[in-house]
């Protein structure tokens, strides 16, 4: 079953980057979200989970009027569905606007933002986690504030010492800083991802519930293996020891689709991640997810992803 979660992962192809070096001295509030403006090259990827590390310090963070989560150093909190949300040294603050208030970043040095009462001081890093696949089971299962003590795991020591380290170099324009940053937030947020699961309760319903469901997680995990198998409902049900219509019920309960819609989904973020990777044709691609003819997976793939295979591949190629 936790293949599923690898394949997922594999599918949702992450890339990290940071946008700014931020010091905050008591009062201090200010709304965030990561947006087009953090991308002078104009490629915004599909999906972005934005994430600030504490360096120092501490703060609240509070979206659509939930209650404020605390966040103290060497701390990150993710936000999977990147929300606006309101970052602060105290709950209740009114937000102050910061747009003419960012430092640009010079050629060696980060965005800087330096802002506050005077107070006690935080510094955070702010940043965010990329990727080109919309639709992702994983990412839409997740709440929409992720907190994670770095340090509280195995081996998270090093790698809460590593990001640090990291952010002290990005705050003083270390070359190759900002992209080490990116790929230690792409461990964190599998790390997140990982104690997210193993704390959910038993009634929790979603994708990630889905795994730790005996028959569900069976079943995800047949769909992921033999993706190009013509499955039906029936075939399923047998595989796990269920009825159709107890099976169906279940596996829609969970995970709030249907088996064969979570199918038809899921064979289209992997044919997404083999044209990205792979230089098979597009037909072969077709093939080996499970689509009979390229001309049905070529209509599937522009209603789910708004272009035809061929231009997703194109846009989205790795060098």
């Known amino acids: 079953m936790m293949d599923a ?3 997922v992962f594999a599918a949702v192809r ?4 940071v946008f700014l070096d931020a010091e905050f001295t008591a009062p201090w509030c200010v709304d965030s979200k990561v947006g087009p403006e953090e991308f002078p090259d104009g490629e915004v990827p599909a999906h972005l989970i934005a994430y600030h590390y504490v360096v120092a310090g501490q703060m609240f963070v509070q979206q659509h009027g939930d209650p404020a989560v605390r966040v103290g150093a060497g701390e990150i909190v993710l936000l999977p569905r990147n929300d606006t949300h309101r970052v602060c040294s105290a709950p209740g603050l009114p937000p102050t606007p910061i747009d003419d208030r960012i430092e640009a970043p010079g050629a ?3 965005a800087l933002l330096r802002l506050g009462g005077g107070g006690d001081a935080t510094r955070i890093v ?8 919309p639709h992702n089971p994983l990412v ?3 709440p929409s504030v992720l907190r994670l003590e770095v340090r509280d795991s195995t081996g998270g020591a090093w790698i809460e010492s590593a990001f640090r380290r990291a952010a002290e170099e990005f705050a003083a324009g270390g070359v190759g800083s900002a992209a080490v940053l990116g790929k230690l937030a792409e461990l964190l947020f599998v790390e997140a991802v990982r104690r997210y699961l193993a704390s959910l309760p038993a009634d929790q319903t979603g994708w990630l519930a889905g795994l730790q469901d005996r028959m569900v997680g069976r079943a995800l995990a047949l769909l992921h293996r033999r993706v190009a198998h013509r499955w039906t409902t029936e075939e399923l049900a047998r595989e796990v020891g269920l009825s159709r219509s107890a099976f169906a019920e279940r596996f829609t309960t969970v995970l709030g689709t249907p088996p064969m819609h979570y199918l038809a989904n899921w064979r289209l973020q992997v044919a997404a991640q083999r044209l990205r990777d792979s230089p098979a044709a597009t037909a072969q691609i077709a093939f080996e997810v499970g689509y009979e003819s390229d001309a049905a997976f070529s209509r599937a793939f522009k209603r789910s992803f708004g272009m035809t295979p061929a231009a997703w591949r194109h846009q989205h190629r790795r060098a």
Request: glycine letters at 20%.
């Open 108 to 110: 060696a040095t980060p």
């Open 5 to 7: 979660l690898s394949d």
């Open 14 to 17: 992450l890339s990290g980057g």
């Open 126 to 133: 702010c940043g965010y986690l990329g990727c080109e696949a």
């Open 140 to 142: 839409a299962t997740l």
